[in-house]
């Protein structure tokens, strides 16, 4: 995989049946951590409304915020593509709003942007306007109170529905597609009818990638989402280190002439 991954190198990772791996980025700690792991993509994600300001849901998180956390997360990423999300209010039912939302994003370094919902010729006038443009269907946060919570979406016909919209995002322009919360059959079957990569989350093994927010993966939240594996007990870990630093300050064996000047 050469040094900067493109959207075309995610669709070559598709033709070959190599998974994508997808993260989500804040901070320079998260884009350092992303960015050791070589994965391929990294989403500057709305969901640090929950992991960054430990709130119930990412309706809060303001455009301000997203241009601020994109661009630390752009600057510090060589190897992955860097897409970011806009976040709820910065899009929906306005196309200048939206494209000017999404050139911000662009110029504080995203490589592309991710939007939620079936919005096909908001995606299709972004495209055209030269802003590569990721989809984002089933359970899209955004709208968890219009779905009356974190509900698994696509079951029965409404699975039928989410593969037609999958079907006109990539008709629109959209270069993947995240499909969040469904049965692993219908994502399945989505992949299998797409040319653009579909990366899951909570969507099965069949996915071209999966994602992950950063915090579940590493044990640092507290709250663990029934998709997501902890693949290091990040928090005990961590606290662990810094009450051994609150020990030896008690007990005056840190510093020592070692760490003074
Ligand atoms: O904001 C986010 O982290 C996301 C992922 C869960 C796909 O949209």
Redesign the pocket.
């Known amino acids: 995989m050469p040094n900067q991954v493109t959207i075309r190198d995610l669709r070559k990772l598709k033709a070959a049946g190599t998974p994508i791996v997808c993260v ?1 980025a804040y901070d320079q700690l998260t884009a350092t951590l992303a960015e050791r792991a070589e994965v391929d993509l990294v ?1 500057v ?3 640090l409304g929950n992991v960054v300001q430990g709130k119930p849901t ?1 309706l809060p998180v303001t455009m301000a915020e997203m241009v601020y956390h994109t661009e630390i997360v752009a600057r510090l990423t060589q190897r992955a593509l860097v897409v970011a ?1 806009l976040p709820f209010g910065s899009y929906g039912g306005d196309p200048h709003l939206a494209f000017e939302n999404a050139v911000a994003l662009m110029k504080a370094g995203a490589h592309a942007v ?1 939007l939620e919902g079936p919005y096909v010729d908001l995606i299709r006038s972004l495209v055209q306007a030269g802003i590569p443009v990721m989809g ?1 269907l089933g359970f899209t ?1 955004q709208s968890v109170h219009a779905f009356g919570g974190f509900r698994v979406q696509g079951r029965g016909e409404a699975g039928e529905r989410i593969t037609e919209d999958a079907l006109a995002l990539q008709e629109a322009g959209a270069f993947a597609i ?1 499909l ?1 919360l469904m049965p692993a059959e219908v994502a399945s079957s989505i992949t299998e009818k797409l040319d653009v990569p579909t990366i899951g ?1 909570g969507a099965g093994a069949e996915c071209d990638g999966q ?1 992950q ?1 950063i915090h579940d993966a590493l044990g640092l939240g507290d709250f663990k989402p029934k998709h997501a594996k902890t693949f290091v007990e990040g928090l005990d870990l961590l606290s662990e280190g810094l009450r051994s630093y609150s020990r030896e300050v008690r007990a005056k064996s840190f510093p020592t002439d070692e760490h003074s000047a």
Do not use: A, F, M
């Open positions: 989500t989403l994600g709305d969901s990412t999300d991710k984002h946060p995240v969040e989350i994602i927010v």
